[in-house]
């Protein structure tokens, strides 16, 4: 895939243009600020854009701004957002509008080659990807909320992989159920999240919108 780079440590920056382009990946741009990376996806149009949350100019959430304006501009143009640390309202903003093709992953998640490249691949085919410890952090931080509290534990258990962006058919396999058991799981999450009636948006966005404490 044709992919747009946006790290501002030079480091890296070039080591995971080495790692994409060793995958057989090409890194059509690799740039040190937002305001580059908009221009670069501009020129461009790549397939995927990955790029760091806390960038140049300000050196405070430029990466996302640049990441949310993008998604505005080319919403065909899957984002994957790299961060040092669990920032909640960061991940609430980039599902807030639509989950398709959006991902979220600590940085340290890069090291571990296969779970990157997994969560790239996701993103890429129009899923969302959630880094593990962001799901679990930010559960951990909305454990007070009333209707997630009516949910049993098998039920947390689907509704932390939905918000991770597995599909059912996924998430039976990682819980060794059939699918057909987890789409009632699914259903019974939607109604006791009061989201069985709820028209205008995806019941499975609200549900992990909800799960996320937004």
Sequence with gaps: M????????????????????????QV?????????????VEQHRPDVVVTDVRMPP???????RAALEIRRRWPDIAVLVL????????????????????????KDRVAQVENFLDA???????????????VRQLISATRHT????RL????????????????????????????????????TIFDKLDLSHATGYSRRILAILRYLGT
Excluded: C, F, W
């Design 152 to 187: 049993t534990p098998r039920e947390r258990d689907v509704l932390h992989h939905m918000a991770q962006g597995h599909t059912n058919a996924a998430i039976a396999e990682r819980l060794h159920i059939s699918q057909s058991a987890i789409e009632k799981h699914v259903n």
């Design 120 to 134: 790239l691949d996701r993103v890429a085919a129009g899923s969302t990807a959630l880094d593990p410890e962001v």
């Design 2 to 25: 044709r992919i747009v780079l946006a790290e501002d440590s030079t480091l890296l920056r070039e080591g995971l243009a080495r790692l994409l382009a060793d995958e057989g990946h």
């Design 28 to 40: 059509v741009a690799a740039t040190a600020d937002a305001e580059q990376l908009i221009t670069a």
């Design 146 to 149: 009333d209707p997630l509290s």
């Design 58 to 64: 300000t050196n405070t959430d430029d990466g996302l």
């Design 83 to 106: 961060s040092q640390y669990v920032e909640r309202r960061y991940a609430a903003k980039l599902l807030a509008d639509r989950s398709e093709g959006v991902g979220y992953v600590l």
